[in-house]
């Protein structure tokens, strides 16, 4: 059946092209729908309970996307004339900057002293060259001693500042975030220029939305190119045919645009991590180019002719190739069930590219084959049963007893490495420590403040029926008793809460008596304290970013050094703890893009796990009805998993951090190490059950004719995923350095590992006296 289909397709191939070409461009056409998003909730779905809490505190209280300029003197401090006179500035410039709501800075700080009877509101610098030494010392000990400013806005030693500017997206277009971050970078510019003491660096929140998108275009203008020439290269030198080069060129490049073309049909939208997906299909697509142009290239040195070595090319690798395609698709399907809506977004470009590159495969690499001119040097008699997979395999059959004792003994040592590795999402650590962003967050916290922070919306139980229960001085005790508690916590750096402001306020209303630094014991005085002083508030400056607008529930953020997701997760555990044990008449939610992150890695590394077990499950009765063997079947299952289980043993000792990236791998590399094996065991089949060789000779026939192709697919599979490790997002980077590690390590399995295991599972022993096994007779490489 398939030598008629391959005389059919051999006939009609120019028809078999133009047909080709067309419905590669009415797919491709879809590209034309794809548009980037910069904004990380892209990574949670809408039910998501995390998201819906951050989005529930959200509406509750100002927004807490912002954009951070750190800035820090390169001679003096920050309370020099000239510098904070700069930071007024850009204070008032800051708030041209597009969907911008609020702007805090050390020299607008709103401070509050007590004048007569009256309170006086002010911003704490107002003209910095107007002001004696003693002024600019009090104004120095007040942002030190003042908690809203202290390791907030200022830094301990007075070397470092920041001026945040709040923005409320409002989500509609996705030319936002850029367009906040293009302003913020002109208004840094322009400081620096005026200033160049000035060190000025960007972080916030909408800064790292960018960094999503400017890590994806750097990936998009140089490795997609750059894998390109790889393949290219490597494609001419080991194939060694013009011809066979510039048709799988072809092929690569009409899967990708295939499957991102109906990726944009679909109405998806652009990530971070689904821009990896051009290259994991040029990657992909390449395998079953190789497999069917060695086979036919193989055939042409023996002596076929063109026409003859195709139809027996295509009649040899349309199975093998037909259940790779499937059960890769299979291993990149079952990233549906993660809980990150990119990943699952990944896993359906790929594997329809995957199964694109299939049917282009079959229909037009050889076509195109067909009908440009090749020339193959036919093979010298002595030539032939020389090649070194020949060799390989008397080595193996050999050696057989040794190397399957030695692979399991290097099995078992890095299974035992597994549990080194741990779950862990730093979403700053997502972006290379060469993107602006990194540099800068890693500088804010180190110096002022880190971006990981967990927000509590506190409120009471028991309102009272005039609201306002953020006057209860009982309410307000609860909130400070666990703002103290949070702050005794070693790994805590910063609590922001409104009780500094109520102890503030209590006590410019004693005379700035520093005695009267306490909660107020009334809540009729509480009341009145805050309404002063909100009314002597200027625009923009208000407590929406603290209280809600009903007056019965205030926010706390806390802010942490570098923490594990382990370490999030616990504290959020015992912060809950607490709360439900010493404030009985409190309600809270916890929400914060640092838990959101913490939570989702958890939860996408298990629900992963029940997508590997269904895909391994789905790949192993595929192969058992394909190879018509159930114990071959079961004997697969140890080539396929194996390497999985060493690469992240291997991983535990080099890395050992499981972010939402390396939690795929184990599934995604299922369904491509099978190729390896499926190739393998239908040569062996075929040996056996057309040839009548034994165990040993078929092992032989296996590795004369598939292994330079498995050898040449996991080289420039190992290329493709190596190249994603020059990504400046980590999440790509981290899961094509595992991929690669697994993939070679599935060919050493597939090697040294298998053709023991068949040989055992035969139980064809030889002679205690026979010689070692030579190569057949006339047996070369071929796919």
């Not at 549990?419 to 804010?444: C, G, L």
């Not at 009903?550 to 802010?559: C, D, G, L, Q, Y």
Request: hydrophobic share 50%; with cysteine; net charge negative.
């Amino acid at each position: 059946m398939v030598t008629r289909y391959a005389e059919a397709l051999i006939r009609f191939r120019w028809l078999v092209l133009a047909l080709s070409f067309v419905a590669v461009l009415i797919a491709a056409k879809g590209m034309g729908n794809l548009a980037f998003t910069n904004d990380y909730r892209a990574f949670f779905a809408e039910e998501n309970p995390q998201l819906q809490a951050f989005e529930a505190l959200q509406d509750t209280y100002d927004k807490s996307d912002n954009v951070m300029f750190v800035i820090t003197p390169k001679e003096g401090t920050v309370f020099d004339a000239k510098t904070l006179d700069s930071i007024i500035w850009l204070t008032e410039e800051a708030w041209q900057t597009p969907y911008s709501n609020r702007v805090d800075s050390i020299t607008n700080f709103q401070h509050t002293r007590a004048f007569e009877d009256d309170l006086e509101v002010a911003d704490l610098i107002e003209d910095p060259f107007g002001l004696t030494p003693a002024e600019l010392r009090y104004a120095e000990r007040i942002g030190q001693a003042e908690p809203q400013l202290n390791s907030r806005l200022l830094s301990a030693d007075n070397k470092v500042t920041g001026v945040n500017v709040n923005i409320q997206l409002p989500g509609k277009a996705l030319t936002e975030v850029p367009e906040v971050a293009a302003f913020a970078r002109e208004l840094r510019d322009e400081l620096v220029k005026r200033d160049p003491n000035l060190d000025v660096k960007l972080s916030g929140i909408v800064m790292m939305n960018n960094a999503f998108g400017e890590s994806a275009q750097r990936d998009m203008a140089t490795l997609i190119p750059l894998m390109f020439l790889v393949v290219i290269v490597a494609l001419a030198v080991l194939l060694r045919s013009i011809t066979g080069t510039v048709a799988s060129v072809f092929l690569i490049f009409m899967s990708i645009l295939s499957a991102m073309g109906l990726f944009g049909w679909s109405g998806g939208l652009l990530t971070g991590m689904t821009i990896s997906a051009p290259t994991i299909i040029l990657t992909m697509g390449v395998a079953d180019c190789v497999h069917l142009l060695v086979t036919f290239i193989w055939g042409m040195r023996h002596g076929k002719t063109k026409h003859e070595a195709m139809v027996e090319a295509l009649r040899i690798n349309m199975l093998p190739i037909f259940l790779t395609s499937v059960t890769t698709a299979i291993g990149f399907l079952s990233m549906n069930f993660s809980e990150v809506p990119p990943i699952g977004e990944l896993g359906n470009i790929v594997a329809a590219g995957v199964m694109v590159a299939f049917i282009l495969s079959v229909t037009f690499l050889p076509a195109m084959v067909m009908v440009l001119p090749v020339r193959i040097k036919a093979l010298k008699e002595e030539e032939k049963g020389s090649e070194w997979p020949d060799k390989l395999a008397a080595f193996v059959i050999n050696r057989r007893k040794p190397l399957l004792v030695g692979s399991v003994v290097v099995t078992l040592l890095f299974l035992a490495a597994i549990p080194k590795n741990q779950i862990n999402d730093e979403f700053v650590k997502y972006f290379d420590t060469s993107m602006d962003f990194r540099i800068a967050t890693d500088y804010a916290s180190e110096t002022l403040v880190g971006p990981y922070t967990i927000e509590y919306s506190l409120s009471a139980k028991n309102p009272g029926v005039d609201q306002g229960a953020i006057n209860d001085p009982a309410f307000l005790a609860d909130v400070q008793a666990f703002s103290d508690y949070v702050e005794s916590i070693e790994s805590v750096s910063h609590v922001f809460t409104l009780t500094d402001t109520m102890k503030r306020l209590n006590k410019n209303m004693h005379g700035d008596d520093d005695a009267f630094y306490t909660l107020p014991e009334d809540r009729e005085l509480a009341a009145q304290y805050l309404l002063l002083y909100e009314m002597s508030l200027p625009y923009g400056l208000d407590l929406n970013n603290q209280i809600d607008v009903s007056k019965n529930a205030t926010r706390v953020t806390i802010t942490m050094d570098n923490m594990s997701t382990n370490e999030v997760l616990a504290m959020e555990q015992d912060l809950a703890a607490w709360l439900r044990t010493n404030t009985p008449g409190l309600e809270f939610q916890a929400a914060s893009t640092n838990l959101m992150f913490a939570h989702i890695g958890y939860r996408n590394a298990h629900s992963l796990v029940l997508g590997t077990i269904i895909a391994l499950f789905a790949i192993s009765m595929i192969l058992v009805f394909a190879l018509r063997s159930f114990k071959l079947g079961l004997i697969s299952l140890v080539p396929n998993l194996v390497p999985a289980g060493i690469a992240f043993g291997i991983w535990g000792l080099i890395d050992g951090q499981i972010g939402m990236s390396v939690s795929i791998v184990a599934g995604m590399t299922l369904g491509i190490v099978v190729d390896d094996t499926v190739h393998f065991l239908s040569k062996y089949l075929r040996a056996r059950r057309e040839k009548g060789l034994n165990a040993e000779q078929a092992i032989q026939y296996a590795f004369s004719h598939v292994g330079k192709a498995l050898v040449v697919t996991t080289l420039i599979l190992v290329a493709g995923f190596m190249i994603l490790t020059l990504s400046t997002f980590k999440v790509n980077s981290d899961m094509g350095l595992l991929t690669a590690i697994t993939i070679s390590v599935a060919l050493v399995i597939d090697f040294l590992l298998l053709p023991p295991l068949l040989i055992l599972l035969a139980g064809r022993k030889r002679a205690a006296n026979s010689p070692d096994i030579e190569p057949l007779e006339g047996q070369a490489t071929a796919s």
